[in-house]
Protein backbone atom coordinates (compact mmCIF):
# COMPACT_ATOMS: atom_id res chain seq x y z
CA UNK A 1 0.00 0.00 0.00
CA UNK A 2 1.70 2.91 -0.89
CA UNK A 3 2.41 5.79 2.01
CA UNK A 4 -0.50 8.14 1.40
CA UNK A 5 -2.94 5.91 0.79
CA UNK A 6 -1.32 4.07 4.07
CA UNK A 7 -1.93 7.70 5.97
CA UNK A 8 -5.83 7.56 5.37
CA UNK A 9 -6.26 4.25 6.24
CA UNK A 10 -4.53 5.10 9.89
CA UNK A 11 -6.39 8.35 9.59
CA UNK A 12 -9.75 5.93 9.23
CA UNK A 13 -8.67 3.74 12.16
CA UNK A 14 -7.66 6.48 14.68
CA UNK A 15 -11.56 7.91 14.14
CA UNK A 16 -12.85 4.48 14.20
CA UNK A 17 -11.40 3.97 17.56
CA UNK A 18 -11.70 7.18 19.12
CA UNK A 19 -15.54 7.47 18.12
CA UNK A 20 -15.43 3.88 19.91
CA UNK A 21 -13.65 4.72 22.82
CA UNK A 22 -15.87 7.64 23.65
CA UNK A 23 -19.09 6.06 23.22
CA UNK A 24 -18.29 3.12 25.11
CA UNK A 25 -17.39 5.30 28.14
CA UNK A 26 -20.27 7.32 27.63
CA UNK A 27 -22.48 4.78 27.61
CA UNK A 28 -20.75 2.60 30.58
CA UNK A 29 -21.31 5.99 32.56
CA UNK A 30 -24.80 6.69 31.68
CA UNK A 31 -26.01 2.71 32.10
CA UNK A 32 -28.58 3.23 34.44
CA UNK A 33 -30.11 6.55 32.84
CA UNK A 34 -30.18 4.99 29.53
CA UNK A 35 -32.26 2.07 30.66
CA UNK A 36 -36.27 3.07 29.96
CA UNK A 37 -37.36 1.13 33.44
CA UNK A 38 -35.90 0.08 36.94
CA UNK A 39 -36.30 -3.63 37.94
CA UNK A 40 -37.84 -4.40 41.12
CA UNK A 41 -34.45 -5.07 42.43
CA UNK A 42 -32.95 -1.93 41.28
CA UNK A 43 -35.54 0.27 42.84
CA UNK A 44 -35.11 -1.37 46.18
CA UNK A 45 -31.87 -1.69 46.53
CA UNK A 46 -30.88 1.93 45.24
CA UNK A 47 -28.70 3.32 47.60
CA UNK A 48 -30.02 7.07 46.97
CA UNK A 49 -33.52 7.80 47.47
CA UNK A 50 -35.81 7.55 44.44
CA UNK A 51 -38.22 10.16 43.76
CA UNK A 52 -40.37 11.69 41.71
CA UNK A 53 -41.94 10.12 37.97
CA UNK A 54 -40.23 6.65 37.12
CA UNK A 55 -40.78 3.66 35.28
CA UNK A 56 -41.00 0.20 36.56
CA UNK A 57 -40.64 -2.77 34.68
CA UNK A 58 -41.06 -6.89 35.33
CA UNK A 59 -43.07 -9.76 34.76
CA UNK A 60 -46.82 -10.01 36.37
CA UNK A 61 -46.65 -12.36 39.02
CA UNK A 62 -49.19 -15.29 38.33
CA UNK A 63 -52.60 -15.30 40.40
CA UNK A 64 -51.24 -11.76 42.06
CA UNK A 65 -54.02 -9.36 40.61
CA UNK A 66 -56.65 -8.35 43.02
CA UNK A 67 -59.60 -6.29 41.30
CA UNK A 68 -61.84 -4.10 43.48
CA UNK A 69 -65.59 -4.84 43.26
CA UNK A 70 -67.22 -1.67 42.30
CA UNK A 71 -64.17 0.10 40.58
CA UNK A 72 -61.30 0.06 38.56
CA UNK A 73 -58.55 0.07 41.24
CA UNK A 74 -56.07 -2.88 41.13
CA UNK A 75 -53.45 -4.50 42.44
CA UNK A 76 -50.55 -6.62 41.47
CA UNK A 77 -47.22 -7.90 41.68
CA UNK A 78 -44.17 -7.72 39.03
CA UNK A 79 -40.97 -9.65 39.40
CA UNK A 80 -37.61 -9.90 38.39
CA UNK A 81 -36.97 -13.59 39.64
CA UNK A 82 -35.18 -12.40 42.41
CA UNK A 83 -37.76 -9.44 43.99
CA UNK A 84 -40.97 -8.71 43.38
CA UNK A 85 -43.09 -5.33 44.13
CA UNK A 86 -46.33 -4.29 44.39
CA UNK A 87 -48.14 -2.45 41.75
CA UNK A 88 -51.07 -0.10 42.43
CA UNK A 89 -53.34 0.96 39.67
CA UNK A 90 -56.48 1.89 38.35
CA UNK A 91 -57.97 2.25 35.57
CA UNK A 92 -58.01 -0.26 32.40
CA UNK A 93 -55.02 -3.22 31.52
CA UNK A 94 -53.63 -2.91 27.97
CA UNK A 95 -54.18 -5.54 25.76
CA UNK A 96 -51.57 -7.64 25.91
CA UNK A 97 -51.50 -7.61 29.40
CA UNK A 98 -51.24 -10.93 31.33
CA UNK A 99 -49.86 -12.91 33.76
CA UNK A 100 -46.45 -14.25 33.12
CA UNK A 101 -45.65 -11.80 30.20
CA UNK A 102 -44.05 -8.18 30.74
CA UNK A 103 -45.22 -5.44 31.84
CA UNK A 104 -43.15 -1.11 32.25
CA UNK A 105 -45.52 0.97 34.38
CA UNK A 106 -44.82 4.61 34.96
CA UNK A 107 -45.25 6.18 38.41
CA UNK A 108 -43.93 6.62 41.32
CA UNK A 109 -42.28 4.77 44.63
CA UNK A 110 -43.46 5.00 48.07
CA UNK A 111 -43.57 3.13 51.23
CA UNK A 112 -42.77 -0.37 49.06
CA UNK A 113 -45.99 0.75 46.63
CA UNK A 114 -45.69 1.70 43.27
CA UNK A 115 -48.64 4.18 42.27
CA UNK A 116 -48.92 3.50 38.60
CA UNK A 117 -50.62 5.99 36.66
CA UNK A 118 -49.69 4.44 33.20
CA UNK A 119 -49.29 0.84 31.89
CA UNK A 120 -47.02 -0.51 29.05
CA UNK A 121 -47.10 -4.15 27.76
CA UNK A 122 -44.13 -5.20 26.70
CA UNK A 123 -44.26 -8.01 23.64
CA UNK A 124 -42.02 -11.43 23.58
CA UNK A 125 -39.82 -11.93 21.06
CA UNK A 126 -42.16 -15.71 20.16
CA UNK A 127 -44.18 -15.83 17.58
CA UNK A 128 -46.30 -18.93 16.86
CA UNK A 129 -50.19 -19.71 15.51
CA UNK A 130 -53.18 -20.52 18.31
CA UNK A 131 -53.08 -24.17 17.11
CA UNK A 132 -48.63 -24.58 18.09
CA UNK A 133 -49.69 -22.46 21.47
CA UNK A 134 -52.20 -24.97 22.78
CA UNK A 135 -49.75 -28.12 21.17
CA UNK A 136 -47.38 -26.65 23.43
CA UNK A 137 -49.49 -26.07 26.71
CA UNK A 138 -50.91 -29.47 25.99
CA UNK A 139 -47.45 -31.08 26.13
CA UNK A 140 -46.35 -28.74 29.28
CA UNK A 141 -49.56 -30.19 31.25
CA UNK A 142 -48.87 -33.61 30.29
CA UNK A 143 -45.22 -33.49 31.41
CA UNK A 144 -46.67 -32.13 34.52
CA UNK A 145 -48.94 -34.68 35.26
CA UNK A 146 -46.22 -37.48 34.38
CA UNK A 147 -44.19 -35.39 37.45
CA UNK A 148 -46.99 -36.05 39.69
CA UNK A 149 -47.19 -39.45 39.30
CA UNK B 1 -7.79 -14.84 -7.38
CA UNK B 2 -8.88 -12.64 -10.27
CA UNK B 3 -9.74 -9.19 -9.37
CA UNK B 4 -9.86 -8.06 -12.91
CA UNK B 5 -13.97 -8.36 -12.87
CA UNK B 6 -13.89 -5.70 -10.38
CA UNK B 7 -11.65 -3.55 -11.79
CA UNK B 8 -13.60 -3.16 -14.76
CA UNK B 9 -16.48 -2.77 -12.33
CA UNK B 10 -14.93 0.54 -10.68
CA UNK B 11 -15.04 2.29 -14.19
CA UNK B 12 -18.11 4.09 -14.27
CA UNK B 13 -18.62 3.27 -18.16
CA UNK B 14 -18.66 -0.69 -17.56
CA UNK B 15 -20.74 -0.11 -14.35
CA UNK B 16 -23.37 1.81 -16.16
CA UNK B 17 -23.65 -0.56 -18.99
CA UNK B 18 -23.54 -3.89 -16.55
CA UNK B 19 -26.26 -2.13 -14.49
CA UNK B 20 -28.59 -1.47 -17.53
CA UNK B 21 -27.99 -5.22 -18.84
CA UNK B 22 -29.17 -7.05 -15.91
CA UNK B 23 -30.80 -4.44 -13.40
CA UNK B 24 -34.51 -5.27 -15.12
CA UNK B 25 -33.73 -8.53 -14.33
CA UNK B 26 -33.17 -8.26 -10.26
CA UNK B 27 -35.72 -5.34 -10.19
CA UNK B 28 -38.56 -7.41 -11.52
CA UNK B 29 -37.62 -10.03 -9.48
CA UNK B 30 -37.74 -8.52 -6.20
CA UNK B 31 -40.74 -7.73 -7.08
CA UNK B 32 -42.59 -10.52 -7.69
CA UNK B 33 -40.44 -11.64 -4.52
CA UNK B 34 -42.04 -8.73 -2.63
CA UNK B 35 -45.47 -9.57 -3.80
CA UNK B 36 -45.30 -13.71 -3.12
CA UNK B 37 -43.76 -13.13 0.92
CA UNK B 38 -46.15 -10.61 1.40
CA UNK B 39 -49.41 -11.92 -0.22
CA UNK B 40 -48.05 -15.48 1.93
CA UNK B 41 -47.98 -13.32 5.35
CA UNK B 42 -50.61 -11.31 5.05
CA UNK B 43 -52.94 -13.65 4.04
CA UNK B 44 -52.14 -17.80 4.39
CA UNK B 45 -50.56 -17.47 7.75
CA UNK B 46 -52.30 -18.09 10.58
CA UNK B 47 -52.80 -14.97 13.61
CA UNK B 48 -50.12 -14.49 16.45
CA UNK B 49 -50.96 -16.29 19.71
CA UNK B 50 -50.93 -12.94 21.42
CA UNK B 51 -51.15 -10.54 19.12
CA UNK B 52 -53.71 -11.75 16.63
CA UNK B 53 -53.59 -10.08 13.30
CA UNK B 54 -51.47 -6.88 14.37
CA UNK B 55 -48.30 -9.30 14.52
CA UNK B 56 -48.42 -8.79 10.71
CA UNK B 57 -46.30 -5.74 10.16
CA UNK B 58 -43.29 -7.58 11.08
CA UNK B 59 -43.23 -8.95 7.34
CA UNK B 60 -42.21 -4.98 6.53
CA UNK B 61 -41.03 -3.85 9.28
CA UNK B 62 -38.00 -6.59 10.15
CA UNK B 63 -36.71 -6.44 6.81
CA UNK B 64 -36.81 -3.08 6.64
CA UNK B 65 -35.12 -2.24 10.02
CA UNK B 66 -32.40 -4.84 8.97
CA UNK B 67 -31.86 -2.92 5.51
CA UNK B 68 -31.79 0.13 7.33
CA UNK B 69 -28.36 -0.80 9.20
CA UNK B 70 -26.84 -2.82 6.52
CA UNK B 71 -27.34 -0.19 3.97
CA UNK B 72 -25.31 2.01 6.68
CA UNK B 73 -22.96 -0.42 6.63
CA UNK B 74 -22.22 -0.41 2.71
CA UNK B 75 -22.60 3.20 2.67
CA UNK B 76 -19.59 3.23 5.20
CA UNK B 77 -17.52 0.14 3.58
CA UNK B 78 -18.01 2.34 -0.04
CA UNK B 79 -17.34 5.75 1.73
CA UNK B 80 -14.28 4.14 2.93
CA UNK B 81 -12.88 2.68 0.18
CA UNK B 82 -13.25 5.98 -1.97
CA UNK B 83 -11.53 7.90 0.96
CA UNK B 84 -8.52 5.80 0.53
CA UNK B 85 -8.38 4.88 -2.91
CA UNK B 86 -10.42 8.15 -4.45
CA UNK B 87 -12.47 5.90 -6.47
CA UNK B 88 -15.01 7.81 -8.27
CA UNK B 89 -17.43 5.18 -8.03
CA UNK B 90 -17.24 4.24 -4.15
CA UNK B 91 -18.47 7.82 -3.80
CA UNK B 92 -21.08 7.82 -6.11
CA UNK B 93 -22.13 4.48 -4.13
CA UNK B 94 -21.91 5.87 -0.71
CA UNK B 95 -24.16 9.11 -1.70
CA UNK B 96 -26.87 6.85 -3.45
CA UNK B 97 -26.66 4.46 -0.65
CA UNK B 98 -27.28 7.06 1.89
CA UNK B 99 -30.52 7.99 -0.01
CA UNK B 100 -31.83 4.34 0.01
CA UNK B 101 -30.73 4.05 3.71
CA UNK B 102 -32.46 6.70 5.07
CA UNK B 103 -35.83 5.57 3.46
CA UNK B 104 -35.62 2.05 4.99
CA UNK B 105 -34.81 3.98 8.49
CA UNK B 106 -37.67 5.90 8.05
CA UNK B 107 -39.89 3.04 6.91
CA UNK B 108 -38.61 1.20 10.36
CA UNK B 109 -39.57 4.09 12.45
CA UNK B 110 -42.89 4.73 11.37
CA UNK B 111 -43.71 1.17 10.75
CA UNK B 112 -42.64 0.38 14.25
CA UNK B 113 -44.41 3.07 15.83
CA UNK B 114 -48.03 1.86 14.16
CA UNK B 115 -47.06 -1.76 15.50
CA UNK B 116 -46.57 -0.30 19.09
CA UNK B 117 -49.68 1.08 19.61
CA UNK B 118 -51.66 -1.97 19.48
CA UNK B 119 -49.06 -3.80 21.46
CA UNK B 120 -46.90 -1.41 23.77
CA UNK B 121 -50.56 1.00 24.06
CA UNK B 122 -47.92 3.78 22.97
CA UNK B 123 -46.81 4.59 19.50
CA UNK B 124 -43.30 6.00 20.86
CA UNK B 125 -40.94 5.98 23.68
CA UNK B 126 -37.59 6.88 24.45
CA UNK B 127 -36.17 3.91 24.92
CA UNK B 128 -32.49 2.57 23.96
CA UNK B 129 -33.80 1.09 20.68
CA UNK B 130 -36.08 3.30 19.69
CA UNK B 131 -33.63 6.07 20.04
CA UNK B 132 -30.36 4.51 18.70
CA UNK B 133 -32.91 4.08 15.42
CA UNK B 134 -33.81 7.27 15.53
CA UNK B 135 -30.37 8.91 15.85
CA UNK B 136 -29.87 6.41 12.63
CA UNK B 137 -32.12 8.33 10.95
CA UNK B 138 -30.26 11.52 11.72
CA UNK B 139 -26.78 10.34 10.23
CA UNK B 140 -28.35 9.54 7.31
CA UNK B 141 -30.38 12.68 6.81
CA UNK B 142 -26.73 14.76 7.78
CA UNK B 143 -25.00 12.61 5.01
CA UNK B 144 -27.73 13.91 2.82
CA UNK B 145 -27.53 17.16 3.77
CA UNK B 146 -23.63 17.91 4.03
CA UNK B 147 -23.31 16.80 0.61
CA UNK B 148 -25.76 19.67 -0.67
CA UNK B 149 -23.79 22.48 1.68
CA UNK B 150 -20.34 21.47 0.76
CA UNK B 151 -19.87 23.56 -3.14
CA UNK B 152 -16.97 21.26 -4.49
CA UNK B 153 -18.01 17.48 -4.78
CA UNK B 154 -14.78 15.83 -4.56
CA UNK B 155 -14.64 17.67 -0.74
CA UNK B 156 -18.34 16.62 0.01
CA UNK B 157 -17.51 13.54 -0.99
CA UNK B 158 -14.66 13.22 1.78
CA UNK B 159 -16.33 14.88 4.34
CA UNK B 160 -19.38 11.99 4.41
CA UNK B 161 -17.20 9.08 3.98
CA UNK B 162 -15.52 10.65 7.43
CA UNK B 163 -18.87 11.21 9.08
CA UNK B 164 -20.15 7.68 7.70
CA UNK B 165 -16.97 6.63 9.55
CA UNK B 166 -18.06 8.29 13.01
CA UNK B 167 -21.72 7.13 12.81
CA UNK B 168 -20.72 3.48 12.54
CA UNK B 169 -20.48 3.44 16.27
CA UNK B 170 -24.16 3.71 16.38
CA UNK B 171 -25.04 0.34 14.67
CA UNK B 172 -23.43 -2.08 17.39
CA UNK B 173 -25.56 0.30 19.66
CA UNK B 174 -28.69 -0.40 17.99
CA UNK B 175 -28.37 -4.14 17.49
CA UNK B 176 -27.33 -4.79 21.27
CA UNK B 177 -29.20 -2.25 22.91
CA UNK B 178 -31.93 -4.69 23.61
CA UNK B 179 -29.51 -6.69 25.55
CA UNK B 180 -27.54 -3.80 27.14
CA UNK B 181 -30.13 -1.64 28.38
CA UNK B 182 -33.61 -2.01 29.68
CA UNK B 183 -35.94 -1.64 26.71
CA UNK B 184 -39.73 -1.68 25.87
CA UNK B 185 -38.39 -2.92 22.20
CA UNK B 186 -38.07 -6.75 22.58
CA UNK B 187 -35.45 -8.75 21.95
CA UNK B 188 -34.14 -10.19 18.70
CA UNK B 189 -36.08 -12.89 17.72
CA UNK B 190 -33.53 -14.33 14.65
CA UNK B 191 -30.25 -15.11 15.89
CA UNK B 192 -27.89 -17.21 13.24
CA UNK B 193 -28.43 -19.98 15.23
CA UNK B 194 -31.88 -19.74 16.53
CA UNK B 195 -35.55 -18.38 16.11
CA UNK B 196 -38.30 -17.79 18.39
CA UNK B 197 -40.77 -17.75 15.19
CA UNK B 198 -42.71 -20.75 14.34
CA UNK B 199 -41.70 -22.22 11.17
CA UNK B 200 -45.23 -21.16 9.38
CA UNK B 201 -44.44 -17.23 9.82
CA UNK B 202 -40.80 -17.38 9.76
CA UNK B 203 -40.48 -18.91 6.20
CA UNK B 204 -42.74 -15.90 4.61
CA UNK B 205 -40.78 -13.93 6.31
CA UNK B 206 -37.23 -14.64 5.44
CA UNK B 207 -38.97 -14.56 2.22
CA UNK B 208 -39.62 -10.79 2.52
CA UNK B 209 -36.22 -10.05 4.04
CA UNK B 210 -34.47 -11.71 0.89
CA UNK B 211 -36.80 -10.09 -1.77
CA UNK B 212 -36.64 -6.38 0.39
CA UNK B 213 -32.33 -6.65 0.31
CA UNK B 214 -33.06 -7.62 -3.70
CA UNK B 215 -34.60 -4.80 -4.41
CA UNK B 216 -32.49 -2.60 -2.69
CA UNK B 217 -29.57 -3.77 -4.70
CA UNK B 218 -32.13 -2.73 -7.64
CA UNK B 219 -32.53 0.44 -6.32
CA UNK B 220 -28.95 0.91 -6.35
CA UNK B 221 -28.42 0.49 -9.32
CA UNK B 222 -30.84 2.40 -10.68
CA UNK B 223 -29.36 5.30 -8.58
CA UNK B 224 -26.30 4.65 -9.35
CA UNK B 225 -27.10 5.08 -13.39
CA UNK B 226 -28.29 8.56 -12.67
CA UNK B 227 -25.44 9.57 -10.46
CA UNK B 228 -22.97 8.04 -13.19
CA UNK B 229 -24.80 9.94 -15.76
CA UNK B 230 -24.73 13.20 -13.78
CA UNK B 231 -21.25 13.20 -13.21
CA UNK B 232 -19.55 11.58 -16.62
CA UNK B 233 -22.07 14.12 -18.86
CA UNK B 234 -18.77 15.46 -20.45
CA UNK B 235 -17.35 11.90 -21.96
CA UNK B 236 -18.45 11.12 -25.00
CA UNK B 237 -20.55 7.31 -24.37
CA UNK B 238 -22.49 9.54 -21.29
CA UNK B 239 -23.11 12.19 -24.16
CA UNK B 240 -24.37 9.56 -26.14
CA UNK B 241 -26.21 8.10 -23.97
CA UNK B 242 -28.42 11.45 -22.89
CA UNK B 243 -28.96 12.64 -26.28
CA UNK B 244 -30.16 9.06 -27.37
CA UNK B 245 -32.55 9.26 -24.36
CA UNK B 246 -33.59 12.90 -25.41
CA UNK B 247 -34.78 13.68 -21.95
CA UNK B 248 -32.18 16.37 -21.68
CA UNK B 249 -30.24 18.14 -24.17
CA UNK B 250 -26.34 17.98 -22.89
CA UNK B 251 -24.49 21.16 -22.82
CA UNK B 252 -21.71 20.90 -26.07
CA UNK B 253 -18.25 21.95 -25.33
Redesign the interface.
Known sequence: MNPIRRKRLILILVILTGVSLTTLLAAIALKESISLFYTPTSLISSQTPITGSIQVGGIVVENSIQRAPNNLKKQFQITDKQNTLTIDYTGVFPDLFRENSGIIAYGSFKDHVFYATKLLAKHSADYMPKTVEQAIKKLHDKQLKVSAL | MNFSFLHKLSSPRYFYYFSITYNPWIFYISLLGISISLTWGLAF???????GNS?RI?FMHVPVASLALSTYMAMAIAG?MG???RIKLAFLASKSLAIIGFSWCTLALISGAIWGK?????WW????RLTSMFILAFLYLGQIILRYTIQNTETAHRACA?LG??G??NLP?IKYSVE?????H????ITLTST???P??LHPLLCAIASFYLITVSLFFYYMQCEILKTEYQTTWAYKVLASKNTMTPISH
Open positions: TAPDYLQYITYIWPTWGTVWDALIVLVIWWNTLQGASSIAEM
